[in-house]
Structures are given as C-alpha cells and as structure tokens.
C-alpha cells in the first residue's frame, strides 16, 4: 500500500451548470446517470496492461446505495500487479477497469431505504461487497464469500474516480479528527487487525513481520499495541529497516542475506529471539 493520493477538488473549479442544483448538486437524467458540477476523471487498467484517465459516467444510487464523492484513495500493490501483469490469480484483467479500493470519502446521495448515513457523512469504504446470502455469509465470515464484489477487481471498478456509488451497508463513518488519508487506511488497517486476531497475538508474545513495506509497518504498530514482544521486522532494503527501526524504536531488524537460502536466514532470524524454544516466535 503506497501513500494515499488525494482527490481534492481544485479551487479553480466550480459548480459551472445552474440545472445541477438538487442533492448536492446533483441531478438525474434519463438513463440512469447523474448530471454532476464536477467532471469524473478516473483511473483504468486495461487488459493490454496500459493505464488510461477516463471520464467516468457518474450512476444514481439505487435502492440500498450512495453516491460518494472519493476524497482519498490509496493506491495498493495489487492495483499496480492488475496493472503490470493483468492478473493476480484466477482473478484477470479482461477489459477496462477502474483501479483502487482503499478510501474513504463524503456521502453526497441516498437512494431509498438508506438509513445509516446521510449526505454530508464522511465514510470509510469497505470495498468488498459479499453476496450475504450463501453459508460463509450467514455464518459472519463474508470475508470468505466466493461471489464478493471488490472494487477495483475487474469487472467491478473501483474508487480512483472522484465519483462512485457504493452500497451503504459497506460504509463506516468516520469522525471529523480522522482525516480522509487516514479514513483510506482503514481497510489495510483492518486486515493487519484480523491477522493479530486471528493468530491470538497479545502481551508478551515474539512476533516476527516479514517485509518493512507500508503494510509490514502497519503490522508492526499493531502489533506493538497488542503488547507482542520480542518484535522482529525483515526486509531486503536497510532504508526501510532504519525506518522500521525509527517508527518502532523496541523492534529488532534484520536484512535478508541474499547469499543464504531460505533456511539460512530462518536460522539467523530465530537466533534473534533467543536459543531456547521458550523464546521462540509463536506468530
């Protein structure tokens, strides 16, 4: 996850047609999309690998949606493995489609029966929309649904675009001391939180974070609020290892040694905790 790009509206712009005056400057037309002030210039991989900005057709929310106005997007590594290699997986770049899908933004429509938010409510996007009717959704762990739609992931687009609608099931507000950067780096958040809990981290317990990317650093916070110790952080770069370093002072780095094979390096990673299986690294 690299820093968040932010899409704020340039001061040069504004509401330039006196029809778009309802619902926040918004006003529905006849084929389904909305007349907005503002164009809606997204970002679009392509199936040839190319990348392209595009002015997307902004859509009425339906039943159960919102229309948001993206304020922040972070852009992820597999936005960029879409991008480069067409694919991640079973999952393939087949046309067209809008990157992103860590943001957060400003809920400009409703449509009918949306009751947890409102205009003018600043949200966090979860981008996963699961179908909520087989067995892994009844049983609470959608994340696990096979029929998810995930922005971002072909054919579904994504929240690189000033404009997107969303289900409003799958927003989260956010307070006004949370920024919208901050507000997108709630979904990689939130998947470094269900790792922690998934694998019991707590007090006292070694934990040991391969790769000091952005994601590896999140990992590393989170951990070290879990109250994990001894904490260990590897990479390949000592650029990043001297932040890791500085951003959790108590951690232990250690630089992945390319003339060594991977048991190699396991053996001088454990090394770091201590010699007896007591201090072993349960996570």
């Known amino acids: 996850m690299a820093p968040s790009i932010l899409l704020e509206k340039p001061a040069h712009e504004r509401i330039s047609n006196p029809r778009a005056t309802k619902a926040n400057g918004t006003e529905p037309l006849a084929n389904g999309t909305l007349r907005v002030p503002l164009s809606n210039p997204s970002l679009q991989t392509t199936a ?18 919102v229309l948001l106005h993206i304020k922040a997007t972070g852009v992820c590594g597999s936005d960029i493995h879409f991008w480069k290699t067409g694919r991640i997986g079973s999952l393939v770049v087949e046309g ?9 933004g400003i809920v400009l429509r409703c449509g009918e029966a949306v ?10 996007v979860e981008p996963g929309v699961p ?51 901050e507000g997108a780096l709630l979904e990689p958040l939130s998947v470094v939180m269900h790792g922690i809990s998934s694998t019991r981290l707590g007090l006292g317990r070694a934990a040991l974070i391969c790769g000091a ?16 110790h001894p904490l260990v952080i590897t990479d390949l770069e000592p650029c990043r290892l001297a932040f890791a370093k500085e951003f959790v002072p108590s951690c232990m780095t250690y630089q992945v040694d390319r003339s060594l094979d991977a048991e190699g390096n396991a053996r001088a990673i454990r090394k770091l905790f201590g010699q007896d299986e007591y201090s072993a690294p349960q996570t």
């Not at 009751?115 to 966090?124: I, M, Q, S, Y």
């Not at 009844?138 to 971002?152: H, I, K, S």
């Open 96 to 104: 067209d489609c809008i990157l992103g899908h860590e943001a957060a």
């Open 115 to 124: 009751e947890n938010v409102k205009p003018g409510d600043r949200v966090a």
């Open 48 to 65: 040839d690998h190319q990348l392209k900005q595009v002015d997307a057709p902004v859509y009425a929310p339906k039943r159960g949606e």
């Open 131 to 181: 179908c909520g009717e087989c067995f892994l959704c009844m049983e609470g762990r959608y994340n696990l649904c096979e029929d998810v739609q995930f922005a971002g992931v072909y054919p579904y687009h994504g929240t690189l675009q000033r404009y997107k609608v969303h289900p409003a099931k799958w927003l989260h507000k956010i307070p006004e001391n949370v920024s919208f950067a």
């Open 213 to 228: 990317g952005p994601i590896g650093l999140i990992a590393l916070a989170a951990a070290r609020a879990s109250g994990a």
